[in-house]
């Protein structure tokens, strides 16, 4: 049988969709896989009921529906107080993940090195390694997650052609500030590099923190690519609808990229979506305020069952030290996979191994998220209070 290539054998399978499978196997609650457990706008599935029975369904355009590009840049040319032109800085992909790829497949050539902060989303270093770029991994250490400038300019100065920044950072809940952003793109000009933003979680902000736009500081637009989804803002992770923003360069090389890797986003999917961008600014603070209060609810249960973990200053997932349970005679030697397929079995609560995130040899943490209802972070804080017995005993 003929071997396969090299690359598929640098990186797994994705470990969130594998503890997802386990999960099911064993009929536990998810909250390792990031999806809400409530359904998307009212507006948004009766314009799908209708374009089932209306359309389109036919191709769209492959770089996007009109009517869904010019909703898209009115919403976020607000947000960076810049006109983003619909015809010419924007594709339409099949979600975020594939925004990632086809920025990284669009920008670099094999033997080109990428910067990633670590921890990091699983797909950024898969998506590098496909597109033939090297991995090279800046540190954001626990528990602040703050990073050295001097680690960044290095990377720079090694040759890296773009860094990657996932903001507010999935896993750790970062937030990065106006002044962090402005220092890194200030490096990305001075060696004429690229910033990759990931923004699905920029309507998922805690006060006092607000989301700062890379895209939208001074001179950095055309350094910067954004990708972005639907998925998050508007419970419709299903519909995979995501979107690049870029220079006119950029997007010109991007859609052919996005055309050879899917053709295009749904159609019917494309036609619903625009009704949810059609929302007013109360919709996004609604948001706002429902994964407050189930952030405020899980940290609180967290606390009262005496397990340690950061405070997310955005995104919906915390990080829970297990380094206590590890320390226990009936886990020494386990490693975070091995404790968290344990509780998914015995406790009935699914988290990601945090390992999975880390380039360092990270073991101690485990990643949970709260996009779920009241009720359902309830059962699981109650699930979870067994663990806390185990400490007590």
């Avoid at 064993?26 to 029975?53: C, R, V």
């Avoid at 770089?63 to 032109?85: D, M, P, T, V, Y």
């Avoid at 991994?137 to 090694?158: H, R």
Wanted: with cysteine; hydrophobic share 40%; charged share 20%.
């Amino acid at each position: 049988m003929p071997g396969l290539s090299h690359r598929v054998g640098t990186f797994t399978d994705s470990v969130i969709r594998r503890m997802t499978r386990i999960c099911n196997k064993y009929g536990a609650i998810n909250l390792s896989q990031g999806f809400p457990d409530w359904d998307p706008p009212k507006e948004m599935t009766d314009s799908l009921a209708k374009a089932a029975h209306t359309g389109p369904h036919q191709y769209a355009i492959t770089f996007g529906a009109k009517n869904l590009r010019e909703a898209i840049c009115a919403k976020q040319s607000k947000a960076i107080n810049r006109e983003i032109n619909p015809e010419t800085e924007i594709v339409i992909t099949c979600g975020s993940t594939e925004s990632m790829m086809c920025a990284m497949m669009t920008i670099c050539n094999p033997g080109d090195k990428v910067l990633i902060f670590s921890p990091f989303y699983e797909n950024y270093g898969a998506d590098t390694i496909l597109s033939g770029a090297e991995p090279i991994y800046v540190p954001l250490v626990p528990p602040d997650y703050k990073y050295d400038i001097n680690l960044i300019e290095n990377g720079f100065k090694a040759g890296a052609k773009a860094i990657i920044i996932c903001n507010p950072s999935n896993p750790c809940g970062k937030v990065f500030t106006r002044e962090e952003l402005t220092e890194i793109g200030a490096l990305a000009l001075k060696y004429d590099a690229y910033i990759v933003t990931d923004e699905v979680y920029e309507h998922i902000i805690f006060d006092p923190y607000k989301h700062v736009y890379a895209s939208g500081l001074p001179g950095l637009f055309d350094n910067v690519i954004t990708c972005n989804s639907l998925s998050k803002t508007y419970s419709i992770t299903g519909w995979r609808i995501g979107y690049l923003i870029g220079n006119a360069k950029f997007v010109d090389g991007a859609r052919k990229v996005h055309d050879f890797l899917t053709v295009g986003a749904a159609a019917p999917l494309q036609e619903a979506a625009v009704a949810g961008l059609n929302f007013p600014e109360s919709y996004y603070d609604h948001v706002k305020e429902i994964y407050t209060a189930r952030r405020n609810q899980f940290i609180k249960g967290l606390d009262e069952i005496g397990l340690k973990h950061n405070v997310p200053q955005g995104s919906y997932f915390v990080m829970v030290d297990i380094q206590d349970f590890l320390d226990l005679p009936q886990f020494k030697g386990w490693t975070d996979l091995e404790f968290c397929e344990w509780v998914i079995k015995n406790i009935g609560v699914a988290a990601v191994p945090g390992s999975s995130f880390f380039r360092e040899p990270v073991n101690n943490l485990i990643r949970f998220h709260f996009a779920r209802s009241e009720a359902t972070i309830a059962e699981c804080i109650n699930r979870l209070a067994k663990l806390g017995d185990l400490l007590k005993k």
